[in-house]
């Protein structure tokens, strides 16, 4: 199990251009979240999907932000455009249920780290 | 509103030696309580998971208690070593049978050091 992949690691762009990250779930787990974590605000929900369908995207800051899941295993989050203000760690999380209870076990990614300059 | 604190905010103490970090939250409804660690440019990684019922729960030198009533938890870190060094984030699931509703402290930041 290669576990929740994110690209880029590092990526950093010019205010005003648009950015793309990428996030591979684990096999199996049912729900992808994006999350942006800062060291003033910590770790902030942005969207989650469930079975690739968008649930819940009051965490996205603004039209700028959007989140697609074309498939059980692919999400991308776009920024366009950029502001220097979204420099942040981008993570991607996945979850499926735990083994004999109602609650669920979530996998993080290493993230991406976004410097808008 | 939905709330986790922690304290410390950052915490330095020598290898070998115990600490323990401090999580209140007012999160309602509740359903668990987990600990994660963040190493420096890592994603956050599961330590601990705890249901209302549960008082107390290990994983190795990590211990971590729940007291439901004041809504208290701690994590208790027996022997440090220095790679132990990294954030420690308090997070409440506030919904059972969702994979949502996720309460995140901004976690204590635990420097072990020789």
């Known amino acids: 199990d290669a576990g929740v992949i994110q690209s880029p690691r590092h990526e950093v762009t010019e205010m005003g251009q648009e950015v793309t990250l990428r996030c591979k779930p684990i096999?199996?787990?049912?729900?992808l979240f994006w999350y942006r974590q800062t060291m003033m605000r910590g770790l902030e929900l942005l969207i989650y999907?469930?079975?690739?369908?968008?649930?819940?995207d009051s965490g996205m800051p603004e039209d700028r932000f959007s989140a697609k899941m074309p498939n059980a295993s692919f999400s991308t989050l776009k920024i366009q455009p950029s502001e220097p203000r979204d420099s942040a760690v981008y993570f991607c999380?996945?979850?499926?249920?735990?083994?004999?209870?109602?609650?669920?076990?979530?996998?993080f990614g290493s993230g991406t780290r976004l410097t808008v300059v | 509103k939905n709330q986790v604190e922690q304290s410390p905010q950052s915490l330095i103490i020598l290898e070998g030696k115990n600490c323990t970090l401090q999580?209140?939250?007012?999160?309602?409804?509740?359903?668990?309580l987990r600990w994660y660690k963040q190493d420096t440019g890592r994603g956050p990684v599961s330590l601990t998971i705890?249901?209302?019922?549960?008082n107390t729960k290990s994983n190795g030198r990590y211990t971590a208690t729940l007291d439901a009533d004041t809504k208290q938890s701690s994590l208790h870190i027996t022997a440090s070593q220095l790679s132990d060094s990294a954030s420690y984030i308090c997070?409440?699931?506030?919904?059972?049978?969702?994979?949502?509703?996720?309460?995140f402290g901004t976690g204590t930041r635990l420097q072990v050091t020789l």
């Open positions: 999380a996945s979850s499926k249920r735990l083994q004999g209870g109602n609650n669920y076990g979530y996998t």
């Open positions: 096999s199996g787990h049912d729900y």
């Open positions: 999907f469930n079975n690739n369908v968008p649930i819940d």
């Open positions: 999580c209140n939250y007012t999160v309602s409804p509740f359903s668990n």
């Open positions: 705890m249901t209302f019922s549960e």
């Open positions: 997070v409440v699931g506030g919904d059972t049978g969702t994979a949502s509703k996720l309460t």
